[in-house]
Structures are given as C-alpha cells and as structure tokens.
C-alpha cells in the first residue's frame, strides 16, 4: 500500500544537512546550513551498477527509479526485495528475472545533471514510436502548483544548493523529492511510481532546475505527458519535446510562464493578471537556479 500523500520535504531531518562555520562579506563569522552528499552504490542482483551521489533520503525510491529509468527495470518485471544498508552505503534491487547489463554500464553518457549525472546504453533508446496520454493542463492548475510549491518548507529554500521534483496531478502536489542532481530527483519520483503503480497518464512534473534533454527524456519514458518549470531551457531538451509530444513549460515566476512544446494541451483558464508576482525570496532563489 502506498504511503499517505503528499509526500513532503523535511528541511529539519538533521542527515539532510549540517551547520557549518565561515565569515560573511565583512569578516564576520558566519553559520549556515548546507545539505549533505553522501555515494548510494546501487546494485541490480548480483550487478554493481553505479555509485550516485545523493542526500541520502528514499534510497529505495532512488534505486528502483534509477533502473526503471536506464531500462534496466521493465515494467512487468517482479521486484522481490530492494535491501538497503546504512552502513556500507548500498542497495541492492532483487527481480524475478535474472539481469546482465554489463554492455550497458560500460556505454554511458555523462549528462548535464549536477552532482554528475549518468545515462547508459543510446540515450534516445524508447522514445522511437512513442506516444504520450492526450490530456490537459489548465493554466489555474499551474499557477496553484506554483504557489503551493514554492512556498511549501523544502531544503531548496533553506539551504540552496539542491534540486525539487514534483509529482503533480492537477493542482495538487503529491510526491515532493529533493536532492544534489536533478536527476536523482526524478529518479526518485520514478521509484515512487514503479513501486506503488501510479499512473502517469494524468499527472504533470515539476522541477527546479533546467529543462535539459535528460529532463525531458526521463519525463517522456515514465509516461507523463506534461513538464514544468521556474527555471529556463535547452535547445536539445525543447526539440526532444517536440519530437515526443510532451508539453513543455519553463521561467514559471508569478504571472509569467513561457510554452515551447505541447501548447495544445494548454487551457489557459486563469487572468495572469489576477496572479500575485514572486516575492523577493523567491525571485533570489531563482537567480541562483541551476
């Protein structure tokens, strides 16, 4: 049984982050939190796949979305045990089916993600003949997604230096994950839906951070068919959105938003000018957005 939603951040879990000691601007000493990054050594079975940094919080999740997101995890496989041990740092996903991805962990792309992001095997695998669900987004859902997002307590507002994903189904937040690298992120959300069997088919994903082709990429294979975020876009992320039909929307800051992909699935709903513009907290954190 799935855990009650909405799953939330919690800034004050004290192994997400740590005070540490400097001078401000004007030699002054100077205390401030900043998040933890600690490997997560995955393994599928009996193969190590890859060390990801990470905040450490929902390994489980990370590991399964992880695999379920390099299609190292197919949809119908059986998963019989993801063991995680603090100690050593590791999870080890466990299937019914017996699994050898050595060609595939020696073929990787490093991705633009923070923390180093990695994709293995030809990134573009699975998107040929792909067709995402025909559903809607009102802008109504949009800006109260934004709202509720941004000023929900999270360690990107307290600590900065980290990415939030979330998965939405209309104007409801209902899965919030945070971590160094934006793909771990989603990775995780894509952890949440394998291992409770969430459908995609009406639900839209938020992030933080850039729309890169990896974002996009990610986004289209689970299955969701609408991308948003405060901050801005790549080429390649924007012509891969094209390619696969997803709705793609970026700068989302107050009454603004900007469209470049799937605009028919857009029921613009709302007055932008009966919407509030960012406050000052929020415009600084975007600034620094990654």
């Not at 197919?74 to 466990?94: A, F, L, N, P």
């Not at 690298?181 to 850039?210: E, P, Q």
């Not at 470049?260 to 919407?275: F, K, Q, W």
Request: proline fraction near 5%; charge should be negative; charged fraction near 25%.
């Amino acid at each position: 049984m799935p855990p009650s939603l909405p799953i939330l951040p919690d800034p004050a879990d004290p192994r997400l982050t740590r005070v540490v000691s400097g001078t401000d601007h004007t030699g002054a000493e100077a205390r401030i939190s900043v998040v933890e990054e600690r490997p997560l050594t995955i393994y599928l079975n009996a193969q190590e796949i890859v060390t990801a940094m990470t905040i450490g919080d929902y390994p489980d999740y990370l590991a399964l979305g992880f695999l379920r997101n390099q299609g190292m995890l197919r949809s119908d496989d059986v998963v019989t045990g993801v063991d995680y041990d603090e100690e050593i740092e590791t999870v080890v996903v466990r299937t019914e089916r017996q699994t050898s991805y050595e060609e595939k962990v020696r073929k990787k792309t490093r991705t633009s993600g923070c923390a180093v992001g990695t994709v293995f095997g030809d990134m573009m695998e699975g998107l040929e003949g792909l067709t995402l669900p025909d559903a809607e987004v009102r802008t109504s859902w949009l800006y109260a997604l934004a709202k509720a997002i941004n000023t929900t307590p999270s360690l990107y507002l307290e600590a900065g230096a980290i990415h939030g994903t979330v998965l939405c189904e209309r104007d409801r937040p209902l899965v919030y994950m945070e971590d160094v690298g934006r793909h771990n992120a989603v990775d995780k959300i894509a952890g949440f839906m394998f291992r409770h069997g969430v459908s995609a088919a009406d639900k839209i994903l938020y992030t933080t951070g850039r729309l890169t082709s990896e974002m996009v990429i990610k986004t289209a294979l689970m299955g969701i068919p609408v991308l948003a975020s405060r901050s801005g876009f790549t080429a390649w992320g924007v012509e891969i959105a094209r390619e696969v039909g997803l709705t793609l929307i970026g700068r989302m800051r107050g009454q603004r938003f900007v469209c470049l992909s799937g605009e028919e699935r857009l029921v613009r709903d709302a007055d932008p000018a009966a919407v509030p513009e960012e406050g000052a907290k929020h415009r600084r954190k975007a600034a620094g957005d990654d």
